[in-house]
Structure formats: structure tokens, C-alpha cells
Nanobody, 126 residues
Framework: VPVVTESGGGLVQAGGSLRLSCVAS????????MGWFRQNSGKEHLFVAA????????VYADSVRGRFTISRDNAKNTVYLQMNSLKPEDTAVYYCAARISSTVDVSTTPRGYDYWGQGTQVTVSS
């Protein structure tokens, strides 16, 4: 069974940076893409960024474009989310998710992903 595990969350001041990591296990050859979502106060999972597993195509939410960068290291089965210029409104639990698909594509909706990590808390103080 595929498993994804996030790490790297924490407390940072506004304007600071954090890098989240997501390690994927299982039959990663089946992965089409990896995505990052965030959830605040029990609300819905909001799309942050996604990257195709092999081609490196990326998609970003408007709210983070230019500040966040998603990347992957296939040799390590790891996806990263570099977060710069953090704002208090970025505070949330961040989730990594794996998409299984017969085509290499990304999705910006939670339903487009099949396996989810437990989440890592990111808190940005003002």
C-alpha cells in the first residue's frame, strides 16, 4: 500500500521560510503526480501546489505562486515544498498526497488524489 509521510512543519515568523518534505513509498512507478494541500480549522483541503512524478510539470494556487516552490527528487522518492515569504494566512496543516493515474497529469482537487499523509502543522506568527 502506498504511504506518504510529511515532515518539516513548525513555527516561523512572518516573512520567514520553511521547507516541507514528503516521502513516498510503495509502487511509486504508478504515481502520476504529488500534491500539497492545506487545511485550516477543519475546513476543506485547499490546493497549494502539485508536480508530475516524472516530468516535473508544476501547478500552483494563485495564493502561493511566486512564494512557494514544489520540486521532487525521484531517486529519494521525495517531494519538497519550499515556502518563502510566509504570511500568517499560510498557517494550516499541510498534507501531501499521491495521485495514481494511467496518464501523467496533475489534479488541483482533493478527489484527484488517492493516498494522503497525516499532515504537518505550519504556524506563521505575525
Amino acid at each position: 500500500v502506498p504511504v506518504v509521510t510529511e515532515s518539516g512543519g513548525g513555527l516561523v515568523q512572518a516573512g520567514g521560510s520553511l521547507r516541507l518534505s514528503c516521502v513516498a513509498s510503495g509502487r511509486t512507478s504508478r504515481y502520476s503526480a504529488m500534491g500539497w494541500f492545506r487545511q485550516n480549522s477543519g475546513k476543506e483541503h485547499l490546493f497549494v501546489a502539485a508536480i508530475t512524478w516524472n516530468g516535473g510539470a508544476t501547478v500552483y494556487a494563485d495564493s502561493v505562486r511566486g512564494r512557494f516552490t514544489i520540486s521532487r527528487d525521484n531517486a529519494k522518492n521525495t517531494v519538497y515544498l519550499q515556502m518563502n515569504s510566509l504570511k500568517p494566512e499560510d498557517t494550516a496543516v499541510y498534507y501531501c498526497a499521491a495521485r495514481i493515474s494511467s496518464t501523467v497529469d496533475v489534479s488541483t482537487t482533493p478527489r484527484g488524489y488517492d493516498y494522503w499523509g497525516q499532515g504537518t502543522q505550519v504556524t506563521v506568527s505575525s
